[in-house]
C-alpha cells in the first residue's frame, strides 16, 4: 500500500477526551475514529490489525476442530423470553420493533440464537462434541461508554460455543479451550492473567475472565499476595473470619438517638462494627422491596445478589418504597420484619450477640442472633471482597488491581437447552440435554490490550503477528531519480516476495515521516535515501530498536526474515 493512497491520517494530538493510551495512539495513528459516543469505525489501518487477530482466533478453534457457523444478527425477542434472560439482560439489551410490530433484539450474545438451531439440527450423542464459532458485531445499551474501545455500545467479538453430551465431557474440554485462549494471547504477545470470574450474562456455573493488568482499565481483581488466587471483584471471595464464642445474651432494646449509619451505632453503643448487622435495601422493578442483611462491617456485592436471585435486576429501593413495605430506613433489621424477602450474607454465621436495628426510629437492639431471632428467605456469600482482606485459599492478603478484561470462558450448561427444549438422544434412546460451554474474545478490547502494553512515547510497536504490515519503506529524497527508482524496486520486489509493505511515497519532510512511522509502529521500517545508497543500500531499523544499520539491497529479504523470527 502506498502511504499517498492509505486511507485516513495521522495526527499530532490526541482528541481532548481520549484518556487512556491505547485510545490515543489508535486515534493518532489513523486506526479508529468515533462516529458518536461508544460507536467507533476502523480504518484501514486499525482494520488490518483486527483482522489478524481474527485470523489467529480462527485458527486455534480450527485446531480444537471447531466450525465457522455465522448467525443472524438479529433475534425475535420470544427466544430470550424462553431462555429467562429477557428480563436479567433487559437493561444493556438494544430492542425494536419493525414494521409489522415484531419485538427484535439486537443481541450481545448468541446463546439463544444457537441453542434454537442445535434444537432442530442435533439429534444423537453421535453428533456430539460440536464446537462452532463465529466472529460478529454485538451491540449493548451502554451507559457510560468511554475508554476507547474499552466500553462501546458497538463492539466486535469472536465467539465460540461447545457442545457435550454431559458436565465431565465439558469440564474437561473447558481445561483445553483455557490453554487455547493463553495460546491466543502469546501469539498476541499479550500478557493476560486468567482469574475467576462470575458467569455475567451467560448464566452457569464456573466461568473465568482474562484480563490485562492495567490502572486505567475499567475491572477490578484482586490477587492474593502469598499464592496464585485471583477472582475479578465481582466473584471474589474472602475469609470473613470467627468470633469468640460467647453465651447468647438476651435482646434488649436500646435508645440510639440520631444514630443512622453503622459507625454512629458502633460508636455509640461501644462494639466494633463486626459486632453489628447492617440492613441495606433494594427493590426489583414493580417495587416489591428485598432486606439485605450483612456483618456491619462488610459490603453487598450487588452482582453475587443479583446472581443469587436468579439474575434479578434490582435497584437501591427509594423512600417511598421502603415507606410502602413498613421499614424505617436506618434502624431496619429483620427482627420481626415480615411481607419482605430477607436475603442474608453468610458473615451473620460469624459471630453472636450482634447489635441490629429495632425497626423503629432512634432504637437499636442488643444481642440479636440468627437463627434463634430471625429468619431468613437465602443465606449465602454476598459480600464484596475488598483491598486487604484476607484470601479464601490461604488467608494471605488480597491486593485490588485495575484490568482490562480481554475474554470470557464459562459454563452455561444445561440451562439454555433445558429452557428451549435442545436434546439429543443418548446410547440408550433416553433424551438428555446438551451441556453447552461459551467463550468469548472481545477484539476491540484486545486491539486496545495490546497498544496498552506495546507503545513508547513515539508510538505503538505492533508485535509481528498483528501488526498492520509487516515492512515500512520511508523513501527520502523522492525528486531525485535514482532514489524514487531504487524505493520503488525495492517496494515491488518485496511485494513480488508475498510480504505486507506500507510504501510512504509522500512528498513529505523526513521528520514527518519517521514520526509516523513510530506512531503506527509497523515493526520493520525501511529507509532509502541518497545517503543510505551512497552508505551501501538501505537503513534497516526494526520499530524497538533505537539505532538504524546499513544492509545491501540484496540482503533485504534475509533480513526481513530474521527480524520476523525476533
Not at 493476560?192 to 486505567?216: P, Q, S, T, Y
Not at 444445561?414 to 427444549?421: P, R, V
Request: proline share 5%; with cysteine; glycine share 8%.
Amino acid at each position: 500500500m502506498r502511504f499517498s493512497r492509505l486511507f485516513g491520517r495521522t495526527l499530532r494530538q490526541p482528541p481532548a477526551d481520549a484518556e487512556l493510551v491505547s485510545h490515543q495512539l489508535l486515534m493518532r495513528a489513523g486506526m479508529i475514529r468515533p462516529l458518536t459516543a461508544g460507536i467507533y469505525a476502523y480504518l484501514p489501518l486499525g482494520w488490518r490489525v483486527v483482522r489478524k487477530i481474527e485470523r489467529i482466533f480462527r485458527q486455534e478453534m480450527d485446531a480444537l476442530g471447531g466450525q465457522e457457523t455465522p448467525l443472524p444478527t438479529l433475534h425475535p425477542t420470544e427466544l430470550w423470553k424462553t431462555s429467562g434472560r429477557l428480563e436479567r439482560a433487559s437493561a444493556s439489551l438494544l430492542r425494536f420493533r419493525d414494521h409489522s410490530g415484531r419485538d427484535t433484539v439486537l443481541p450481545p450474545s448468541d446463546e439463544e440464537a444457537l441453542t434454537d438451531l442445535l434444537r432442530r439440527e442435533v439429534h444423537s450423542h453421535r453428533q456430539l462434541p460440536l464446537l462452532v464459532y463465529h466472529v460478529q458485531t454485538r451491540f449493548r445499551d451502554e451507559p457510560r461508554p468511554g475508554g476507547g474501545l474499552l466500553r462501546t455500545r458497538e463492539f466486535l467479538t469472536a465467539d465460540a460455543y461447545s457442545f457435550h453430551a454431559d458436565a465431565a465431557h465439558l469440564d474437561a474440554f473447558y481445561s483445553r479451550m483455557l490453554e487455547t485462549y493463553v495460546n491466543i494471547y502469546r501469539r498476541c504477545e499479550v500478557e493476560a492473567l486468567a482469574v475467576e470470574a462470575d458467569a455475567g450474562m451467560a448464566i452457569g456455573g464456573d466461568a473465568h475472565a482474562f484480563v490485562v493488568l492495567n490502572e486505567g482499565g475499567d475491572e477490578t481483581v484482586l490477587l492474593c499476595t502469598a499464592c496464585d488466587y485471583a477472582a475479578n471483584a465481582a466473584r471474589a471471595t474472602f475469609q470473613k473470619g470467627q468470633a469468640p464464642a460467647e453465651p447468647l445474651g438476651e435482646v434488649q432494646e436500646v435508645a440510639t438517638p440520631g444514630c443512622k449509619t453503622i459507625a454512629a451505632v458502633a460508636d455509640f453503643v461501644g462494639v466494633p462494627e463486626q459486632r453489628t448487622l447492617k440492613a441495606v435495601f433494594y427493590a426489583d422493578k414493580w417495587g416489591a422491596v428485598t432486606v439485605v442483611v450483612i456483618r456491619g462491617d462488610l459490603e453487598v456485592n450487588e452482582v453475587k445478589l443479583s446472581n443469587a436471585l436468579g439474575g434479578t435486576e434490582l435497584h437501591p429501593a427509594t423512600e417511598d418504597e421502603l415507606l410502602a413495605a413498613g421499614i424505617v430506613a436506618g434502624y431496619a433489621s429483620p427482627v420481626g420484619l415480615s411481607g419482605v424477602r430477607v436475603v442474608a450474607d453468610d458473615s451473620i454465621q460469624s459471630g453472636v450477640n450482634f447489635v441490629a436495628g429495632a425497626n423503629r426510629e432512634g432504637y437499636h437492639l442488643l444481642n440479636v442472633n440468627y437463627p434463634r431471632d430471625f429468619q431468613v428467605d437465602l443465606l449465602t456469600d454476598i459480600a464484596l471482597a475488598q483491598d486487604g482482606y484476607p484470601c479464601p485459599r490461604c488467608g494471605g492478603t488480597l491486593r485490588e488491581k485495575r484490568a482490562i478484561e480481554v475474554g470470557r470462558l464459562s459454563k452455561p450448561g444445561t440451562h439454555f437447552s433445558q429452557a428451549m427444549g435442545a436434546t439429543y438422544l443418548d446410547g440408550r434412546g433416553q433424551a438428555q440435554p446438551l451441556v453447552m460451554g461459551a467463550y468469548r474474545l472481545p477484539l476491540d478490547r484486545l486491539l486496545a490490550a495490546i497498544v496498552e502494553q506495546h507503545h513508547d512515547a513515539h508510538g505503538i510497536i505492533w508485535p509481528t503477528g498483528v501488526a498492520p504490515y509487516q515492512v515500512h519503506i520511508v523513501a527520502l529524497g523522492l525528486d531525485k531519480e535514482t532514489v524514487a527508482a531504487q524505493a520503488t524496486a525495492l517496494y515491488e520486489d518485496l511485494l513480488a516476495r508475498g510480504y505486507e509493505v506500507l510504501f510512504d511515497d509522500r512528498n513529505e519532510s523526513a521528520g514527518v515521516k519517521f514520526n509516523d512511522a513510530d506512531l503506527i509502529g509497523i515493526p520493520l521500517r525501511l529507509t532509502i535515501s541518497s545517503r543510505s545508497l551512497r552508505r551501501g543500500g538501505v537503513e534497516i531499523k526494526p520499530r524497538w530498536e533505537r539505532e538504524a544499520r546499513i544492509v545491501a539491497t540484496d540482503d533485504v529479504g534475509s533480513e526481513i526474515e530474521k527480524a520476523s523470527e525476533l
